[in-house]
């Protein structure tokens, strides 16, 4: 055994014990962000067709942003294409912005309580993930001219049926 090798082992061995090993950890990051974003459930809004497919939309189309918007009292919102997002960032301006103050139907106080571990490791997938591609369409206020599809989101209550109760 030479002494390449050697040194090809013990890193291996020292990476295995999570001891060093920056390249394996690079590795996992990637890996937990894909995790952390498949049960975080960030495709179901940020990925066009997820939610209605099955979550079966191809991973090069991930995080993209969709141009059908949430409308509620607060207006009409679109999720954003988190890839351009996180590309304009570096990793500590990440952590402040994942961490802000959203508007529905954003779970903004899940993502808010995310370690940092975590959310590093949101960042490095998303950054994995290549072209950024176009932002998804900006916010309208409420009552102001709406030029894309739109989900209402307002809780109805069905009369017949909930008199029948
Ligand atoms: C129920 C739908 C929904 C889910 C689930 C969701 N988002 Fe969002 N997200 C939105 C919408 C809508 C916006 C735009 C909110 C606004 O305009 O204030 C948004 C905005 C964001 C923003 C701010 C983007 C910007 O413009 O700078 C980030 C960051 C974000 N989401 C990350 C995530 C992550 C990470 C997950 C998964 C853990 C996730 N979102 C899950 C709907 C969702």
């Given at each position: 055994m030479n002494l390449g090798k050697l040194v090809l082992v013990a890193a291996g061995v020292a990476g295995a014990f999570?001891?060093?090993?920056?390249?394996?950890?690079?590795?996992s990051a990637v890996e937990r962000g894909r995790y952390l974003v498949t049960i975080g459930g960030c495709n179901d809004c940020h990925t066009a067709g997820y939610l209605q497919n099955n979550g079966t939309v191809p991973e090069s189309e991930w995080l993209?942003?969709?141009?059908i918007g949430y409308q509620g009292?607060?207006?009409t919102t679109y999720p954003a294409n988190l890839r351009l997002?996180?590309?304009r960032l570096s990793e500590s301006q990440?952590?402040?912005h994942a961490?802000?103050?959203r508007l529905p139907p954003m779970p903004w106080f899940n993502l808010a309580r995310m370690t940092d571990t975590d959310l590093k490791a949101i960042y490095a997938y998303v950054r994995s993930l290549g072209a950024p591609g176009n932002p998804a369409p900006v916010y309208v206020a409420p009552g102001g001219k709406v030029s894309t599809p739109y989900f209402?989101?307002?809780?109805?209550t069905d009369q017949k049926h909930a008199s029948a109760r």
């Open positions: 999570g001891w060093v090993g920056s390249a394996t950890a690079g590795e993209t942003g969709t141009a009292p607060w207006g997002v996180v590309s990440w952590l402040a961490r802000q103050e209402v989101f307002v809780p109805v």
